[in-house]
């Protein structure tokens, strides 16, 4: 199967409630990184966690990993209909390689 | 706040003809790359460039594909005859250093079709 799978692959929220999002990965990170992609538009990075931390928070955001599990969480706290996105984990492999496996992402739907 | 500019943002094409899609990365960085994103899929990775090098690429990125940095703000990449299944968006990124340590910033993308 694929390098950062998230799941699930499609959310649906009211506004206020909490998101979470999973991501499950196959090889040795360096780190892995969340993102989010606006429909049609670029993709915004929004936490980087290295492979040995635990936990991280940004704002709103909590991201957890363990390496262990190959898994990784992303929590969004009280969603905002802006949140309404699709989000998607990388990884960065060890061993020098540069670039960022991405998941198939998931999409994210906050209703007002 | 800096950020990784693309243009154009949408390339219509007729298959068998060169593209060129431009970036202009973040000016204190020194890392830069391509990804492509098919319509409904994944964002697949295809080239890293370093010290005015190619570093690293993917199976997708062959012969058909290259990249350039022609002065000190751009950041090409061309297709040299392209294909109806090159029809995409294409990202371009870049880090301040190696994806081991920092994030990649992105741009917006263009949006390559291919008819």
Redesign the interface.
């Known amino acids: 199967s694929q390098q950062g799978e998230e799941d699930p692959q499609a959310l649906s929220i009211q506004e206020g409630e909490n998101a979470t999002m999973n991501c499950s990965y196959k090889t040795s990170i360096n780190n892995l990184q969340w993102y989010r992609q606006n429909s049609g538009r670029g993709l915004v990075h929004l936490i980087l966690i290295r492979s040995n931390e635990r936990e991280k928070h940004s704002g709103r955001l909590r991201v957890t990993l363990d390496t262990s599990k190959k898994s990784s969480s992303l929590l969004i706290t009280a969603s905002r209909a802006a949140d309404t996105a699709s989000y998607f984990c990388a990884t960065v492999s060890q061993g020098g390689s540069e670039k960022l496996v991405f998941g198939k992402g998931m999409k994210l739907t906050v209703n007002p | 706040e800096p950020e990784v500019t693309q243009t154009p943002s949408h390339q219509v094409t007729q298959m068998g003809q060169e593209v060129i899609l431009r970036c202009v990365p973040i000016s204190n960085h020194l890392?830069f790359?391509w990804?492509r994103q098919i319509l409904g899929?994944?964002?697949?990775?295809l080239v890293?460039f370093y010290n005015n090098e190619i570093?690293?690429k993917?199976e997708i990125f062959d012969d058909q594909f290259s990249v350039e940095r022609p002065d000190g703000s751009n950041f090409t990449l061309k297709i040299r005859s392209t294909k109806l299944e090159d029809s995409a968006m294409y990202?371009c990124?870049s880090s301040v250093r190696?994806?081991?340590y920092?994030?990649?910033?992105?741009?917006?993308?263009t949006r390559l079709t291919v008819l």
């Open positions: 890392y790359y990804y899929q994944k964002v697949e990775f890293s570093s690293e993917s990202f990124a190696p994806s081991t920092n994030e990649q910033f992105f741009g917006p993308g």
